[in-house]
C-alpha cells in the first residue's frame, strides 16, 4: 500500500522568506505525485501536480516541486512567500488503482 | 457554474444514529471519492467509486457505506457502528480515476456526534 509522509507539521515564516515543504512517498510502482493547499475558509484545490517529463513542475502562485524519483520525494518550494500563501499544504500520490493517498498536511504560516 | 456540493455544512446528531452526507457534482466525472479529515492527520480515504453502480473500500471503510445509483451523486452513511464519528467528510470528484487526473472538492461536511 502506498504511503506518504510529510516533514513539517507547522511552519511560520515571515514575508518574503523561502519555502520548501517536504514529501516523500512510499510505492513500489508507477504514481502521479500532486500538492493540493487548503486556504483558510476554502475548499481544497490542486496546486499542481508531476506526471511525467520534466521533473520540476511549476504550479499556480509562483509554487514549484522537483519530484526526485530515487529519493522518492516531491517537495514544494516557493523563493518568497507572501502573508497570502497561508495556508494548510497536502502531498498526495495516486497510483493505477484510482486511489489518491495524502499526507498529513503542513500548516503554513506567513507573518506579516 | 460547475462544481461539488456537499450538504449540510454542519451536521449533528446523537450516538447511535445513523446519518447520510449528501454528495453531488455537475462536472460530469466518473470517479468520486469520500475522505474524513482530522486535525494532525491528513484526509483518509472512505470509499471511492470509478463508475456508477461500483465502489470500493478505502483505508477506513469500517463503519461507512455508500451507494452509487447515479453519476452525480455519491452519498456516505455513516452508522452507528463507526467508533469516531465526529469530524470533517469531504467528497472529491475526478474526471476519470486514472494516474493524472487531480480531485477536485467539495466544501466539506462537519459532523458532531454526541
Known sequence: AQSVSQHNHHVILSEAASLELGCNYSYGGTVNLFWYVQYPGQHLQLLLKYFSGDPLVKGIKGFEAEFIKSKFSFNLRKPSVQWSDTAEYFCAVKTNAGKSTFGDGTTLTVKP | ?114
Open chain 2, 1 to 114: 457554474d460547475g462544481g461539488i456540493t456537499q450538504s449540510p455544512k454542519y451536521l449533528f446528531r446523537k450516538e447511535g444514529q445513523n446519518v447520510t452526507l449528501s454528495c453531488e457534482q455537475n462536472l460530469n466525472h466518473d470517479a468520486m471519492y469520500w475522505y474524513r479529515q482530522d486535525p494532525g492527520q491528513g484526509l483518509r480515504l472512505i470509499y471511492y467509486s470509478q463508475i456508477v453502480n461500483d465502489f470500493q473500500k478505502g483505508d477506513i471503510a469500517e463503519g461507512y457505506s455508500v451507494s452509487r445509483e447515479k453519476k452525480e451523486s455519491f452519498p456516505l452513511t455513516v452508522t452507528s457502528a463507526q467508533k469516531n464519528p465526529t469530524a470533517f467528510y469531504l467528497c472529491a470528484s475526478s474526471p476519470f480515476s486514472t494516474l493524472d487526473s487531480p480531485l477536485h472538492f467539495g466544501n466539506g461536511t462537519r459532523l458532531t456526534v454526541t
